[in-house]
């Protein structure tokens, strides 16, 4: 008992005093590709399986940086356009970076600002070394390629930053989609000669929208430049949901087993957990901040709308199996009264329930992959998930919203 004790102190300084990048399975469930690991940052270490919360402009909203860490959370995402843009990158250099300029000592990872800037069609102009676009700010002209990108990158300071690349929409043809691949590796290849911030790691972005072959040798030639981890891109952009997992396990399947996984812009649960299973590390989206200031609660048995009028005289919190700050003080009528009268707590309170419960949804998931029971987990999660709880609505059709 001591000897494994000493055993697992010992490990754990040696991972403390591992540098940036390093990145070690730990774990592996027998029956699927779920791996546990850890992946070491210039400002700590990130267990994976792990969520990270979506910071656009420098704040989780609504939430503290004590709170998103009190979640467990240790790493979040900030977005390169949108700060770029406002206040700057030069403001967060003089302020110290970005780390010091909102306040969170964790791990940050930066996207590129690739997707925000092909996101505005209608305003850019795609060239040989970037683009060419318009900002949705004040409407003046600005430039963005791999360099840029890279730069605003090295001023945040992040700890991860992702590749300058090219997201194509879906649907688009496969003529399109081979030229966002060429563009994407040509810009990758760009960004990896880049200087970098101290300790800063740079992820890779797969490419090739619904095309298998397209994706493998995205991802063959990304492996040959080398770089720290490897992203799925260009999933959840707006093809049906019966083709996003098929998408994930096309590019994953092409990927190194010693670098981290990332799959970016997936939130749904279900996908997560089903994502784990083909061996994908990390993962992002809005929706759990986004989906709370509409006034849906996330639970690990599905979601539903607490602005509804069955909700209006329920006392009960909004998860009865969450143990949750929001869950253990507040009811289900007092929340809805706060959204339905526009009172910005009712936004607060929902997302702080829902990132809590998208943290602890991660801890059982690294839980059960440890203990080897990740594929009776899958199956339970996938047999009791609902998109929409439909044991909370009973009551809607007995109960009617007073005049």
């Not at 072959?213 to 049906?240: K, M, N, Q, T």
């Not at 690990?300 to 069955?310: D, E, F, Q």
Request: hydrophobic residues 40%; aromatic residues 10%; charged residues 25%.
């Amino acid at each position: 008992m001591l000897l494994d004790v000493a055993r697992g102190f010992m490990r754990h300084v040696c991972l403390m005093n591992s540098p940036p990048g390093t990145f070690e399975i730990t774990h592996r469930d027998p029956a699927t590709g779920a791996r546990c690991g850890r992946l070491t940052t210039a400002h700590g270490v990130v267990e994976t399986p792990t969520f990270m919360p979506v910071g656009t402009q420098a704040t989780v909203k609504t939430m503290t940086p004590e709170e998103i860490e009190g979640f467990g959370y240790r790493i979040i995402l900030g977005n390169t356009y949108h700060l770029g843009e406002r206040p700057g990158v030069e403001i967060i250099e003089e302020m110290g970076g970005l780390h010091r300029f909102m306040g969170w000592d964790q791990a940050i990872l930066t996207d590129s600002g690739g997707f925000q800037v092909f996101s505005l069609a209608g305003l850019r102009r795609i060239e040989a070394d970037g683009v060419r676009f318009q900002s949705h700010v004040d409407g003046s002209y600005r430039f963005m390629g791999p360099v840029e990108a890279m730069r605003i990158q090295r001023g945040l300071g992040s700890d991860i930053a992702m590749v300058f690349d090219e997201c194509p929409p879906y649907p688009c043809d496969r003529d399109y989609a081979c030229k966002a691949v060429e563009r994407t590796l040509a810009w990758a290849a760009s960004c990896a000669e880049q200087p970098r911030a101290p300790g800063q790691l740079v992820f890779g972005i797969v490419q090739g929208g619904v095309h298998e072959d397209l994706r493998e040798r995205c991802a063959a030639a990304l492996l040959d430049i080398g770089f720290d981890g490897y992203a799925i891109g260009g999933v959840s952009v707006g093809e049906p949901d019966a083709l996003i997992i098929p998408g994930v396990k096309s590019a994953v399947r092409h990927l190194p087993e010693e670098r981290p996984r990332y799959l970016m812009g997936v939130g749904y649960l279900p996908q997560i957990v089903e994502s784990v299973a083909l061996g994908v590390d990390m993962f992002d989206c809005v929706m759990p901040t986004r989906f709370a200031r509409n006034g849906t609660v996330f639970t690990r048995l599905g979601r539903y709308p607490v602005k509804a009028a069955a909700y209006r005289d329920d006392a009960r919190p909004l998860d009865e199996d969450c143990g949750c700050y929001v869950c253990r003080k507040y009811s289900r009528a007092y929340v809805r009264h706060l959204c339905n009268t526009g009172e910005v707590l009712g936004a607060r309170l929902i997302t702080w329930h829902n990132l809590h419960c998208y943290a602890v949804c991660m801890k059982e998931v690294r839980a059960a992959i440890a203990k080897g029971l990740f594929d009776d987990y899958y199956q339970s999660f996938a047999d009791n998930y609902k998109e929409i709880r439909r044991d909370h609505l009973d009551l809607v059709a007995t109960k009617k919203e007073p005049k």
